[in-house]
């Protein structure tokens, strides 16, 4: 079981924000898109035989973790910060629906590889069922939508104790140069527009450096 640590009130630089945006300006939530760059990170899979989405989801997943104000939770109404936090991804199944399939993240890529292979093979067939395995308290939302090369994207949860961040991945596009929109949805007692900035920025190195982490 993953640990976490309670968040100490009289010393988090972000207390009054916190108690401000739970409080009477509860439930608000920040967006930022962008389209980031992606025609590195498409060559070296296609190379290697990696599944894109993959990739893309250990990136995703790299970057959330590598900063505590994504990784915030609640116990006992407390603000809490998880040490991990795994992505949770609507995947299509072979009814009309879809299934919510979690990864364990691994910051080792070719661990975090595996892991998304064997929860292929675990859950073959999730027709008729919400989530494929149990989902755990730390996890995130991930979509990753191949079908459409989004201009703007917005997301909403009404409920102010909310606070994993929302990330979806649209199609890339390009003849040459390869974009894809990515869009990041925080809640605002947390996250503010400089950590939405800074994972976007962070998410861009990595998919224009795969030749230093996607090793197998």
Known sequence: MDNFKFVDMETWGRAEFYKL????WHS???NMMKKLEVTELVTVCKEKGVKFAAAVAYCVSNVINSHE???MGIK???PIVWDVVHPTMPVRNRGTGYSYHTVR???DFKAFYENYL?????YPDTVGKIFAGELPENFFQLSIIPLIDFDDNSLSIGFKYYFAPMVVIGKYAGDGKKLMPVAITGNHAVVDGYDVANFLNELQQLFSSPWEWLKL
Do not use: A, S, V
Request: glycine share 10%; charged share 45%.
């Open 76 to 78: 006992d109404k407390q």
């Open 28 to 30: 608000i939530y920040g």
């Open 105 to 107: 993240y691994e910051k």
């Open 118 to 122: 064997d929860d292929k093979k675990q």
């Open 69 to 71: 104000c994504f990784r």
């Open 21 to 24: 945006f739970t409080g009477p």
